[in-house]
């Protein structure tokens, strides 16, 4: 490769870091205000509710694959709790405590998008 492509796909790489890097403060930003809007408190998880996501997921880690014990797992939030995940059954998953534990805060800020697009069409109508 010449010099020249090799200079343009360096430039190119760096601006789809840049737009990465500011759309995931944008995401960020919103999850901030959704926590402050409604923010959704932590909770226990009923036995019957672990029992039917294990069910799902076949015995498997939502994260990994593997089999999982029931009394060694983590219920996950999918769109983490720290950026305004909550507590709906389609954001669970039940996981190795490793696996929940590893994924730390990655996450593609499009999926957060969408997430968060779906509260706020389920927020309540603020009156005026």
């Given at each position: 490769?010449?010099?020249?492509?090799?200079?343009?796909?360096?430039?190119?790489?760096?601006?789809?870091?840049?737009?990465?890097?500011?759309?995931?403060?944008?995401?960020?930003?919103?999850?901030?205000?959704?926590?402050?809007?409604?923010?959704?408190?932590?909770?226990?998880?009923?036995?019957?509710?672990?029992?039917?996501?294990?069910?799902?997921?076949?015995?498997?880690?939502?994260r990994?694959?593997?089999?999982?014990?029931?009394?060694?797992?983590?219920?996950?939030?999918?769109?983490?709790?720290?950026?305004?995940?909550?507590?709906?059954?389609?954001?669970l998953?039940?996981?190795?405590?490793?696996?929940?534990?590893?994924?730390?805060?990655?996450?593609?800020?499009?999926?957060?998008?969408?997430?968060?697009?779906?509260?706020?069409?389920?927020?309540?109508?603020?009156?005026?």
């Amino acid at each position: 490769m010449d010099d020249r492509a090799s200079k343009l796909l360096e430039r190119a790489k760096k601006l789809d870091d840049q737009a990465f890097y500011e759309l995931m403060a944008e995401a960020i930003e919103c999850a901030e205000l959704f926590k402050e809007m409604d923010p959704i408190p932590r909770r226990m998880w009923p036995a019957h509710l672990i029992q039917e996501l294990y069910d799902e997921q076949n015995g498997l880690c939502a994260r990994c694959g593997e089999p999982l014990s029931l009394d060694e797992k983590h219920v996950d939030h999918m769109i983490p709790h720290t950026y305004g995940g909550g507590n709906e059954r389609f954001n669970l998953g039940l996981t190795h405590p490793g696996c929940n534990l590893s994924k730390g805060a990655a996450i593609d800020p499009h999926q957060l998008l969408r997430y968060l697009e779906g509260r706020a069409l389920n927020l309540p109508r603020i009156p005026r």
